[in-house]
């Protein structure tokens, strides 16, 4: 008898707990490593804004609804308003060295 007998019988007995599919990865775990693993650049825009100063984050490639919350977290961190639509985050004002650290923190690899 090995030990992948015994180990069963354990199972089978109730002596162990039952372990379904242990060795399968957690598709939701996988995708969320994965949009951390992009890398995003943080810029600064005046164009088309009328002189006025925006930080945009882009890069990401995650959904909408995981974009609206980082960008939440990132309008609540700085106290600031903005935008989350089309792979990008708007900051209002020129927050572009804090949002850098907030997303680092966040487990984010950030360029710019």
Do not use: H
């Not at 930080?55 to 960008?71: Q, W």
């Amino acid at each position: 008898m090995d030990w992948k007998d015994i180990l069963s019988s354990k199972v089978e007995s109730g002596e162990l707990p039952a372990i379904e599919n242990s060795d399968a990865p957690d598709p939701a775990v996988d995708e969320a490593v994965a949009s951390k693993r992009d890398i995003l650049r943080v810029v600064i825009d005046r164009k088309g804004r009328k002189g006025k100063t925006a930080t945009i984050v882009e890069g990401f490639t995650c959904g909408e609804p995981e974009l609206k919350e980082i960008a939440a977290t990132l309008k609540t961190r700085l106290g600031t308003g903005g935008s989350a639509r089309g792979g990008e985050i708007l900051i209002q004002g020129d927050r572009a060295a804090d949002t850098r650290d907030i997303l680092r923190g966040m487990g984010y690899k950030v360029k710019g």
